[in-house]
């Protein structure tokens, strides 16, 4: 017999912390150095992590959930839904996919649905919170999956970062986009494609100028003043002028801010800036 009914599951670059909420958690990738691994759960100290791989001189990367760091999140329930950080740049989606089909064979009438987020952070955020009000309408599994791939179409995530070192070194960016940044003072403002990868806008000199950039390039996809979910890795103030730029054309928007967690802080690293929106 199953235990409960839904259970909601992304993995860490979602950029969330469950807390008591047994209908939702995440399971977490790890960052890898020479010396020590990280693993993305609520107990890293995100900041001290950041401060330690700064300087650390080997290599460092990351490594995804495995299938059964996916499948020992589901809970016994009958219906999962699992969101992955872009299937173009990580395994996270593989190994969700294995995931559900172990778990449907194990547990006959359990249903798993993974979405590919195509993104990360603050648009899998988004993509949670509709799932839940999907759940709390009571609509059933398939209007729910029907739902939520519908409005993928409708939500995009922009990206202000002031390094590129580690998306480079760990070859999860074109080599002429890593080119570009790493001169002093210039951002990269950019967008996650719709293939998943990270595509370049702009190069901006200073944070004010890549804050107005990221603005602009929002409203070219039709953003209209409804959600925006800014994660920032070390870098509250350039999300916080974000946000009351948002607010002096929009003051009814529905803006959220919070940090990145260890995933998304390795790649966007200190400053970066990601935002999720309806468009
Ligand atoms: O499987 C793994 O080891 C994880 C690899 C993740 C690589 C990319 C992470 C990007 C994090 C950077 C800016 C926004 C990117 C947009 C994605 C399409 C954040």
């Known amino acids: 017999m199953f235990e409960t009914k839904y259970k909601i599951v992304a993995d860490s670059s979602s950029n969330l912390c469950p807390n008591n909420d047994s ?164 951002r990269i403002v950019g967008e996650a494609s719709d293939e998943g990868t990270l595509a370049p806008l702009h190069k901006c000199r200073g944070s004010k100028r890549a804050v107005q950039k990221l603005f602009a390039e929002m409203k070219t996809k039709g953003y209209q003043g409804t959600k925006v979910r800014i994660d920032h890795c070390d870098n509250e103030t350039s999300a916080i002028s974000l946000k009351n730029l948002i607010m002096t054309e929009y003051p009814n928007a529905d803006i959220e801010i919070k940090p990145c967690r260890g995933l998304c802080s390795y790649y966007a690293e200190q400053g970066g800036i990601l935002v999720g929106f309806e468009g």
Request: glycine content about 4%; aromatic content about 8%.
């Open 23 to 186: 209908a939702f958690a995440t399971v977490p990738l790890k960052i890898l150095t020479s010396e020590k691994e990280y693993t993305d759960d609520n107990s890293l100290d995100v900041m001290q992590m950041v401060k330690e791989l700064a300087e650390c001189q080997g290599k460092t990367s990351t490594s995804c959930p495995n299938i059964y760091d996916w499948l020992s999140s589901f809970d016994n329930a009958e219906c999962v839904f699992c969101i992955t950080i872009t299937s173009a740049l990580s395994g996270a989606y593989e190994s969700a996919m294995q995931a559900k089909q172990e778990y449907e064979k194990k547990n006959p009438g359990a249903k798993v649905h993974v979405f590919d987020s195509l993104s990360t952070g603050p648009e899998i955020a988004l993509i949670i919170e509709r799932l839940s009000q999907n759940i709390q309408k009571e609509m059933d599994f398939d209007e729910i999956v029907k739902d939520i791939e519908t409005y993928q179409k409708h939500i995009h995530l922009f990206f202000t970062l002031e390094s590129v070192q580690n998306l480079a070194r760990n070859g999860r960016i074109h080599p002429a986009m890593a080119k570009i940044v790493g001169v002093l003072n210039l």
